[in-house]
């Protein structure tokens, strides 16, 4: 899954207007963002990418960006 | 001579507690968006002095009115529940007793939550291919609503209350239960679906009381559940895919000699992620989740009366069922529906 096919998937879980993330932007200020984004979110990347995202990898996520660097390969 | 799957009832609370309700009580929650991704629509609770074994009361009752088996046939209770009246004795005694059901039979209590259906068929199964009883009343209920804080969201929203009873002779029609099983624990899992206040580890006191919020606005104390959503989702992502496929190799059988497949009802969200993930063709794989919500040991039970009523099990039917949660404990096994 690319950077910006990452985000556009984050923007349909968290049920905002596309292109209204950034790859820099704070979770912690967004609103959406709960434990029920969290599970929709490791459903779909599970899907997409096959990768199982550990629960306590992503509370420690501050951006966007380091939640997608979960989704990539080690 | 093997354990029959004869028949089924379910039994529920009057009190509906439904997603419109949730929504005026608690408008900041958004339960409809969290209900479109649940599939929960309604859930039934417990009026403040009805207990689980009052479900199940209600639940063997309506076994005995429909005339499939009698009483006095009866000669092993089990009782699966989280929510027993009393720490002792236990509540299956209690229920011998207000059921009036025979003296000369074994009775308990076991402790599971949403494995629990599977672990009972597997007990019901051992107690009569050993020859140790020959009818068996195997009751699930449990009232979480009671452990719940009424301002957590991430449990109110998806657990509801019921109870079921299984009749479960050694012949006649009905789903043969000969297994195979396969069974899993994992204790490592067991703090993140807790009730951690009100026995002995850590008994009440005014610092188990302590209101807490956390990070998504819920409250909760340790007297309440605590359910670490992500944690749950991330368990079963683990172990559903392997327990399928090991009860499948186990029984030496592929999707095209599976006719349906039950799963411990969680909420449409998690069941659609596995069913997707594990390749479960969508005309074999039931869903029930929709008037009664996570029912824990119940909802395995409720959906399998669900699919017989809705004409889903015929004669010759294979059904895979698994269960898996609290504890963590899972579960499956594969019943063969026969006309006789």
């Known amino acids: ?74 | 001579m093997t354990a029959i799957l004869r028949a089924i009832e379910c039994a529920f609370p009057e009190d509906v507690l439904s997603t419109e309700k949730l929504s005026q009580e608690y408008p900041a929650w958004e339960v409809e968006k969290i209900d479109r991704n649940t599939g929960i629509r309604e859930r039934r609770i417990a009026a403040p002095d009805q207990c689980a074994s009052d479900l199940a009361v209600a639940a063997a009752e309506k076994l005995f009115a429909s005339g499939v088996c009698r009483r006095e046939e009866i000669d092993f209770l089990l009782f699966c529940t989280q929510t027993p009246d009393y720490f002792l004795p236990p509540t299956a005694c209690l229920l011998q007793h207000r059921l009036g059901l025979p003296r000369n039979m074994g009775s308990f209590d076991f402790n599971l939550g949403s494995s629990g259906y599977i672990y009972g068929l597997g007990l019901a199964q051992a107690l009569i291919d050993t020859g140790q009883a020959s009818n068996v009343l195997f009751l699930t209920a449990d009232t979480y609503s009671k452990l719940l804080h009424p301002r957590d969201r991430s449990v109110r929203t998806i657990f509801g209350d019921g109870a079921t009873a299984t009749w479960i002779p050694r012949e006649g029609p009905g789903g043969s239960i000969q297994g195979p099983y396969v069974y899993g624990t994992d204790g490592e899992g067991g703090p993140n679906l807790i009730v951690a206040a009100g026995a002995f580890r850590t008994p009440h006191s005014a610092e188990t009381s302590v209101e807490t919020t956390d990070e998504s606005g819920n409250i909760r104390s340790a007297d309440h559940l605590y359910m670490s959503g992500m944690e749950i989702f991330a368990f079963t992502m683990r172990v559903v895919p392997r327990l399928v496929r090991d009860i499948m190799e186990k029984a030496a059988l592929g999707w095209d000699d599976i006719d349906l497949v039950i799963f411990h009802q969680a909420n449409r969200q998690m069941l659609e992620h596995l069913r997707r993930s594990i390749r479960i063709p969508e005309a074999k794989f039931h869903i029930c989740v929709e008037q009664h919500g996570n029912t824990v040991s119940c909802t395995i039970p409720i959906a399998l009366d669900d699919a017989m009523r809705k004409g889903r099990i015929r004669d010759g039917s294979r059904v895979m069922l698994a269960g898996f949660g609290v504890g963590y404990s899972w579960g499956a096994t594969i019943l063969r529906w026969q006309a006789a």
């Open chain 1, 1 to 74: 899954m690319s950077r910006e096919e990452f985000i556009l998937a984050f923007e349909q879980v968290l049920e905002v207007p596309g292109g209204s993330l950034q790859e820099g932007s704070k979770l912690e200020d967004l609103e959406h963002w709960d434990s029920v984004a969290m599970v929709t979110l490791m459903s779909v990347v599970e899907e997409r990418c096959g990768v199982q995202l550990s629960p306590r990898k992503i509370a420690g996520c501050q951006t966007v960006h380091d939640l997608y660097q979960l989704t990539q390969p080690a």
